[in-house]
């Protein structure tokens, strides 16, 4: 199993060495390791001067202490028609974890800023559709809170940080438009060490990583299950997937794959079959990231070590309609080592 200072390292020199790769000015883009001590976890600079540090909102109370003192749900709320509901209360839901009632700390409904990873596949297959997906993840940055925190990495066989957390939609554009579109997919690789550099860089706790590419991962060394293992960290993004695959037998697999991805951490994915449809996708994606409720509770079933809280959200609006909320399926709880 890969700990969370492996994955923050490989997000840091990619497979086992430096990255220098060239940006289009012709000056190397390079992620550094800075210096760490066993147990703490590396971070991760790109070349570009930092932006100016964002202000703490009133969501920074909403934090998962080193014990997980408070778990923080964020909840997206749907009828059996598939729309929004975003008129519940508090008393609209109940929240179980491991199978028993928990009691709920705060609750809030309200459009706060986000950190956002924008993760997007470089391999040679995409080339063809970066145009439209550039400009329809563009129209998802500019519709976002002026005080929302974005960076972008591009992968292929390898993954870049072309730009660390910025509110500048200048700088967010040059970086997508670094296409570089060659090798192979390492999909996992680059979802399990950008949901890593958003957990340890972020300085907001509402989190979010929209992943696009369009084919199989075939690169990663690491696994679905591993991926899925550091998405439910207790701090870990909400992950939306967009993903152009051909609905047939041989995709089966790749499809479940990234609905696994997504359903476990809250999110959704989407299988457009026309480029023509992205921009309907991040539009959707924007509504659902801004009509998130978010709840928080303490658990009442704690347990030593590395171990998994399955969590389950019921709402209920007064009818017999049947609500379907969206949100984590569960957590890993810290280690005695790993919270000292």
């Not at 390492?186 to 989190?207: E, F, G, N």
């Not at 696994?223 to 870990?236: I, N, P, S, V």
């Not at 801004?290 to 009818?319: C, F, L, W």
Request: charged share 20%.
């Amino acid at each position: 199993m890969v700990t969370c200072l492996a994955v923050a390292v490989a997000l840091v020199v990619g497979a086992g060495a430096q990255d220098s790769r060239p940006d289009s000015t012709g000056t190397p883009s390079v992620l550094t390791p800075q210096p760490s001590t066993a147990g703490a976890v590396a971070t991760v600079k790109s070349q570009d001067p930092p932006s100016t540090p964002q202000p703490r909102t009133d969501e920074a109370q909403f934090v998962f202490k080193k014990k997980v003192e408070e778990v923080v749900l964020h909840a997206v709320v749907v009828d059996p028609q598939n729309h929004l509901m975003t008129a519940l209360n508090r008393d609209a839901f109940s929240v179980f974890e491991n199978g028993k009632p928990q009691r709920m700390t705060s609750f809030r409904h309200e459009n706060v800023p986000l950190a956002l990873g924008i993760v997007i596949d470089n391999s040679g297959s995409m080339r063809p559709k970066r145009q439209k997906v550039n400009e329809a993840t563009l129209n998802l940055i500019r519709s976002s809170n002026a005080f929302d925190e974005v960076f972008v990495v591009n992968f292929g066989e390898q993954y870049y940080l072309d730009q660390d957390f910025t509110s500048d939609v200048a700088k967010l554009q040059a970086a997508l438009d670094k296409v570089e579109t060659w090798g192979s997919t390492a999909l996992y690789d680059a979802i399990v060490a950008s949901a890593a550099h958003i957990r340890q860089d972020a300085t907001i706790k509402k989190r979010v990583l929209l992943v696009v590419t369009d084919g199989k991962d075939n690169a990663s060394q690491e696994t679905l299950d591993e991926t899925l293992e550091q998405l439910q960290q207790a701090d870990g993004p909400v992950v939306y997937v967009i993903a152009f695959v051909d609905e047939t037998k041989r995709a089966t697999s790749t499809i479940r794959s990234l609905q696994a991805i997504s359903l476990n951490t809250g999110g959704a994915a989407f299988f457009p079959k026309d480029l023509n449809q992205v921009d309907a996708i991040t539009k959707s994606i924007a509504y659902d990231i801004r009509d998130q409720y978010v709840i928080g509770y303490k658990s009442s079933n704690p347990m030593a070590g590395h171990a998994y809280h399955a969590i389950d959200v019921e709402a209920n609006d007064g009818t017999r309609h049947k609500l379907r909320v969206r949100t984590r399926t569960g957590y890993y709880s810290e280690s005695p080592a790993a919270s000292r």
